[in-house]
């Protein structure tokens, strides 16, 4: 028989050992009776919604001194709530909120309730992790309820996405520094890594994270963890990255610890290194991949212009914006440009599997109407001055120059009856460059070389010709160059540019072209993908389809204090776009470079300068056909243009005081027409006419100050 020494020293350990709270139900069901929020249980113990929501749904557990106040707080209610008895509500005690806050979204704090004790102090805003050994545990879903003010809004952002069964806990997870990763939908899992090798381990075969592919011939996407800068710290990384360079460009060198344990654990980096965003990998085996990305929120890994705020969030309201976005568009990759560059790709795989007719087998092939697993060299006037193609060759022959608009009237050109009109109102055009791409053909296969060719508008490619004998009123800008003045000789032109001349009525005759027999709209896809994304979450912050022009302007005012987190994946989703169309044509980058020599970039087969001009002469020719149209509907001219915003003078401060409508009250077609899909216009700002004429004076473009700031430096265009 055990001796009394034994048995009381067993007693003594169970004594010692931490207390044991109620199931996670139990707890919700006292909190409830005794008619408590979750936002002031979660002031009383130093916490934030998010941690007590985690206490109720079994995501998570307190660590001491926590554990012991929010035990001492669960048995006086369970004292006077038992669990068959019908529940009471304090008269002392506010009634729960009728509608509740959401969930991920952080709470002002209130003074501590009254019954708090003083064991309910703690440090440390989150619940901690729980031990090591414990593996991640299932969790459930939630779905945050919505502000009455946001009544319009779709839901579609917050309700609990269907999960693949091969990754059941979303696509990525931002890890904070307590342990607790917070994944889509209000998952939250324990992980217990303490080294960055154990968190790429964790991440493949514990955390359930991961994203199918976008496309059958496609690849399954690779888990994303973000780390938060505390998470950083405890990894043992550095808090921030510390250089001369800009810091999205700076890397770990290769002695610091944290990169010797990941060579040591046998795991890779890619040429990128260690930086911002790092992907750590092992070689396929069987065919699966191996890879995890990381994120350093503290390295801005996320760019303040391309997503606004986010940086600032709770891990939770992080994980929901990333994770609409990449449920939407795609897990993020890089920066928003590298993920729009990313997504091309996953819509339109390089290979597809075939089947070798001698023996049978399954090999890689070709994927039709994709631009191939190979690069290709451009047409000397497609590339840029320092290209290979261009410094091996001589070529002298000039070089496309195919960009967005940046033109402002003459000053010298306005009316008496346009300077006495009050307004300056400018329109800004949706995504303008998405909606270029809309049933754009591009050429899939590599230029050939042409000597005095006919025309042909169905041919992508490259267009040596005379424009400069066409007219143009100078009160419109040119529609064949940038800056809106008129052409001097012959020039390179995209098939788009030289269509317009021919659409204008006037002749065209080439003098040479580079073009391509195989051609394909290689960009509907990713269209398509990113016009749902971009009207699906316009929807989410109360902007729709259905509304009428004076109901969009309204709803446009302020739908980004609707949800700032829908707006941050708003803003994503333009830059996104602008940002992808932009990495085709991708320039050398560090001041090392020597002209001549090829540069990363290159080795890819989204290197293709052609469809970037493509992109962008389709949608200069859209801004100019509109520009004409508004002359002949209205009579109006506008004062300046800059890429996708016009600013027109008006007599009143609103787009409804001067764009044309049909005595039935429709928009009249042709011109610019209000709207939330790609290619309809918004307002971007207002200002007095007396301002406009001054920029113009000074040389500036109203287009670029019309806001109230500097629309490059803020889009980052």
Known sequence: MASQEELFANIDALLEEEPQLPPPAERARLREAAGITQARLAAALKSTVQTVKNYENGRSEPKSPRLEAYQRLLNGWAAKYPAHAAPTVPTAVPQPAAVPQPAAVPQPAPVPDAFAGPAAAGAGDKAAPAPAAAPARPVTRRAASRRPAEKKAATTAVKATALDPRFPHGPLAVLDGDGCAYGVNGIVLDCPAATVPQLVEWTLKESGLGSPRLHRNGKDGDPLIVLTAAAAVKLGLPERLEGHEQRRSLRLPEDHPAVKQVVKAKWQLTQRGFGPWARIYRKATAGQRQCVQLAILSWDALDARSWPGVTEMEPAEIARVLGVYAQRVITPRGSTAVSGLELMTAMRPPTRAVQDRENGNWVSGHNPGSLGSQPMDPAPPEATPEHPVVVNSGWTGGFLNEEAYQWVRDVDLLSDEECTLPFAVGLDLNTAFLAAAARLVVGLSAPDHFHAPAFNPKI??????????????????????????????????????????????????????????????????????????????????????????????????????????????????????????????????????????????????????????????????????????????????????????????????????????????????????????????????????????????????????????????????
Request: glycine residues 8%; proline residues 10%; neutral net charge.
């Open 460 to 717: 992508p490619g490259s267009w040596l010709v005379d424009l400069s004998h066409i007219d143009v009123d100078p009160r419109l800008p040119s529609p064949f160059t940038p800056d809106g003045t008129r052409p001097t000789g012959p020039a390179w032109y995209e098939t788009h540019t030289v269509a317009y001349a021919q659409e204008l009525g006037h002749n065209v005759h080439p003098i040479e072209a580079y073009l391509r027999r195989e051609t394909g709209a290689y960009l509907d896809p990713w269209h398509d993908r990113l016009k749902t994304a971009y009207i699906d979450t316009l929807a989410d912050l109360g902007v729709t389809k259905d509304l009428t022009d004076t109901e969009f302007l309204t709803a446009m005012e302020q739908h980004k204090q609707n949800d700032p987190a829908m707006a941050a994946v708003l803003s994503a989703i333009k830059a996104t776009v602008k940002g992808g169309v932009g990495k085709l044509r991708e320039r050398p980058q560090g001041k090392a470079y020597k002209e001549g020599e090829p540069w990363p970039a290159l080795a890819r087969p989204t290197w293709r300068p052609d469809i970037r001009a493509a992109v962008i002469s389709k949608a200069r020719v859209n801004m100019h056909r509109k520009l004409n149209n508004m002359v002949k509907m209205t009579g109006l001219y506008p004062l300046a243009v800059l890429s996708d915003c016009v600013v027109y003078p008006s007599p009143g401060d609103s787009p409804l005081d001067f764009l044309p409508y049909a005595a039935s009250g429709k928009p009249q077609p042709g011109g610019f027409r209000l709207g939330p899909s790609p290619g309809l216009a918004k307002l971007e700002g207002v200002q007095s006419m007396l301002w406009a004429v001054d920029l113009m004076e000074k040389g500036l473009n109203p287009a670029r100050h019309i806001k109230g700031g500097d629309a490059v430096v803020d889009e980052g265009e």
